[in-house]
Nanobody
Framework: QVQVVESGGGLVQPGGSLRLSCVVS????????IVWYRQAPGKEREWVVG?????DFADSVKGRIRISRDNDKNAVYLQMNNLKPEDTATYYC?????WGQGTQVTVSS
């Protein structure tokens, strides 16, 4: 059984940073893509970074986020810097169509 767990969200002031984690259990992430999405209340889901065919970043976050992978921990990390109020959303990672419950990021002004 595959399980995806996002964590690391929280409340941060504009200009602050957070490190989000996506840990997968039940299946190795090696050779598999993980895609990050976010969804703000009342808004459509937005793609942030990653794809099955390659890797890219949304224009809204380019230059402010970095992604890394730890195969030993079966985890992917999303380092977000210089956060803006518009980054406020629930962040989800998608591992081969398996989703977690998301982690809430709130950037206050």
């Amino acid at each position: 059984q595959v399980q995806v767990v996002e964590s690391g969200g929280g409340l941060v002031q504009p200009g602050g940073s957070l490190r989000l984690s996506c840990v997968v259990s039940g299946r190795t992430i090696r050779g598999k893509a993980i895609v990050w999405y976010r969804q703000a209340p009342g808004k459509e889901r937005e793609w942030v970074v990653g794809s099955w065919m390659g890797s890219d970043f949304a224009d809204s976050v380019k230059g402010r986020i970095r992604i890394s992978r730890d195969n030993d921990k079966n985890a992917v990390y999303l380092q977000m810097n210089n956060l803006k109020p518009e980054d406020t959303a629930t962040y989800y990672c998608d591992f081969d169509n398996y989703w977690g419950q998301g982690t809430q990021v709130t950037v206050s002004s």
